[in-house]
């Protein structure tokens, strides 16, 4: 590869920093299309002599660095971009997404086309950030952008990532806060001394004025939003933008402009829309009429993205979905193994060649669903999500059984006094998305179940697949005015090892339900987190919680046992509700005739 950096000068005068990456020998009037990647964690790292010498930058970058090679070679342009207030590039950042960040992207583009190798047609892609940014670009409804390589990102900031079932993420508006804080002010995210020995911080642009300008640009980021004020919110509904007096006047200035687009977008009360403003969902009417091809690419235990992926495959009809046995990180998370294997690389290079490569917009190919079931260690396909299924509804009964039988006696509950040492540690689905590989996911699940309520299937006599998003109804008590209230599908094997399946969880404040916005697909009941529809518990009168777990495929075999496993807290991750001023609550949960709690699994309805 051949690369060269610049600052690209915007609109209003902030500059972006830009590498670009083109084929060694390119013939002069060839012209190849391009990749457009726009990151928040530095574009490229500043590597000092001598590690220079002998280190790349690019194979520092795992998977991307991998697949941008693997791109040039084959014949493409690939242009990385540090965001604007992020990296080497200047400006200030009101919030994640703003509008400003999104407009870049237009203007990124416009400079793409107008460079003599390019061919006019452009891809963008990234992974968790920048896979969001990748789709923002949509929002433009630039031309020349043909497709979208979207790897583990959200589509509804509110509930994929930052309040899941309304519980505040608190281990992830933290510890993501205080990383980009420090990626802003050019510090090395490391605690390694040999990276910190060999890597200065983010790479400025090439020639003269170029330590200058990059310290100009981390000054300007100085006055950056922490991300961290996310936590004073509650609803859906709560504004994202600080405007009080201690602001800071650049801070300000970027908020006066996203008001000015924000209103001109959508109306004088824009912001009532609270955090759908950096919500991809929010901007649907935009995603589907530029219409271009998306591979959304995810893993079951990614987070909660393979949710964000499958809903955002129902939402925009031009995506294909791609979900796989991984992590955050792509590595093989199945407890059966490695099984079969998926070549991830030349999955996005076909899927580029055939919407902006030399074939140029070719039709996506089917199947447009592929997924990986665990347990049978196998790929599927399907035509649509979820594919066809029966629901299959177990019963909470006596004795911490699951039954297939629905309950007859009038009145039946458990009690629980919730313990607020509860949690899934730190090898979970959510310490993925800071930057740790899941080798062994949820190593001490049969000990954490020993501080909560269980329930179980007796040994199955044959194996049972569970594809689609299981669901569960709770009917509950509780001496407090609120609560968190989380669910775990578990596999409990032969010798008593106890394997996470997937999970899910509702703030009992937020479950009334509201219908969802036109096009926006969710897969059952959609609490609807908003202010107006606050709920708050009365102690000791009944509620009913019903919510989705995250989606997963898995197969249970043949001897091993089901699990419902109820709790109260995550104390790793989840805000603690109520806090920890006040007491403990007590819950009840109600299993009787006429209030039934119960999980429904979703059971594939033929052999795939």
Same mark, same amino acid.
């Given at each position: 590869?051949?690369?060269?950096? $610049? ?29 457009? /990647?726009?990151?928040? /964690? ?33 014949? /493409? ?139 100009? @640009? ?7 939003? #922490? ?23 650049? $801070? ?33 009417? #935009? ?33 294909? &979905? ?12 199945? %407890? ?21 490569? +030399? ?47 629905? %309950?007859?006696? %009038? #009145? ?20 993925? &998305? ?54 775990? &599908? ?21 479950? $009334? ?19 107006? #529809? ?20 898995? +197969? ?8 419902? @496993?109820?709790?109260?807290a995550d104390r790793a991750h989840f805000a603690m509700i109520p806090s920890e001023e006040q007491p403990a609550p007590v819950v009840e949960i109600l299993r009787g005739r006429t209030t039934a709690s119960w999980i429904e699994i979703p059971v594939p309805a033929a052999e795939p």
């Open positions: 590869m051949r690369r060269t950096s $610049r600052y690209l000068v915007m609109r209003d005068g902030a500059r972006i920093a830009i590498d670009v990456h083109l084929p060694t020998g390119l013939p002069a009037g060839r012209r190849i299309p391009a990749v457009l /990647y726009q990151t928040r /964690y530095w574009r490229r790292l500043g590597i000092r002599a001598p590690f220079s010498w002998f280190v790349d930058a690019g194979a520092l970058q795992g998977i991307l660095g991998r697949i941008r090679r693997a791109l040039v070679e084959r014949g /493409y342009a690939w242009v990385d971009v540090d965001v604007r207030g992020s990296g080497a590039s200047s400006g200030t950042r009101p919030w994640d997404y703003a509008p400003d960040e999104i407009l870049d992207g237009a203007e990124v583009a416009d400079w793409i086309i107008a460079q003599p190798w390019s061919n006019g047609r452009i891809a963008t892609a990234g992974a968790s950030y920048s896979g969001s940014t990748a789709e923002f670009a949509l929002v433009n409804r630039h031309p020349a952008i043909r497709a979208v390589v979207n790897l583990s990102s959200e589509f509804d900031q509110y509930t994929d990532i930052l309040f899941p079932g309304g519980v505040p993420l608190t281990f992830y508006l933290d510890g993501w806060g205080a990383l980009t804080q420090g990626l802003d002010a050019n510090r090395v995210p490391s605690l390694d001394w040999k990276a910190r020995l060999a890597v200065t911080g983010v790479a400025p642009v090439d020639g003269p004025g170029a330590g200058r300008a990059l310290r100009d @640009a981390v000054a300007e980021h100085g006055a950056n939003y #922490d991300f961290r004020e996310v936590k004073r919110f509650t609803f859906r509904d709560d504004f994202l933008l600080r405007d009080d007096a201690d602001v800071p006047a650049a $801070r300000r200035e970027a908020g006066r402009r996203a008001f000015a687009w924000l209103e001109g977008r959508f109306g004088p009360d824009f912001r009532a829309r609270g955090v759908d403003l950096a919500s991809q969902h929010a901007y649907l009417s #935009d995603l589907r009429a530029a219409a271009a091809p998306m591979l959304a690419v995810a893993g079951w235990l990614d987070g909660p993205y393979a949710n964000a992926m499958i809903k955002r495959f129902k939402s925009l009809p031009a995506t294909q &979905l791609l979900i796989g046995p991984w992590d955050h990180h792509q590595v093989n998370v199945s %407890p059966f193994g490695a099984g079969a294997t998926l070549d991830l690389t030349a999955e996005l290079v076909a899927f580029l060649d055939g919407t902006v490569g +030399e074939g140029g917009a070719a039709a996506p190919p089917v199947p447009r669903v592929r997924y990986y079931t665990m347990g049978a260690e196998r790929w599927r396909t399907a035509e649509d999500w979820p594919p066809p299924s029966v629901r299959q509804r177990l019963y909470l009964a006596e004795g911490g059984r699951l039954s297939a039988a629905a %309950p007859e006696a %009038p #009145d039946a509950r458990d009690r629980h006094a919730v313990d607020r040492q509860a949690t899934t540690g730190e090898h979970s689905r959510w310490n993925t &998305l800071i930057g740790r590989a899941l080798h062994t996911p949820y190593p001490d699940r049969a000990a954490q179940d020993a501080r909560l309520l269980v329930y179980d299937t007796p040994p199955l006599e044959r194996p049972l697949e569970v594809t689609g998003h299981p669901r569960v109804r709770l009917h509950v008590t509780s001496t407090a005015t609120d609560g968190a209230f989380f669910a775990y &599908l578990e596999d409990v094997w032969p010798d008593g090892r106890v394997v996470h399946v997937t999970e899910g969880q509702l703030r009992a404040l937020h479950r $009334r339900t509201r219908d969802q916005p036109a096009g926006y697909w969710t897969p059952g009941p959609a609490p609807s987190y908003r202010r107006a #529809d606050a709920a708050p518990l009365e102690p000791g009168v009944p509620a009913v919680l019903e919510f989705e777990l995250l989606p997963t495929s898995y +197969e249970f075999r043949a001897g091993h046992r089901l699990r419902l @496993a109820l709790a109260g």
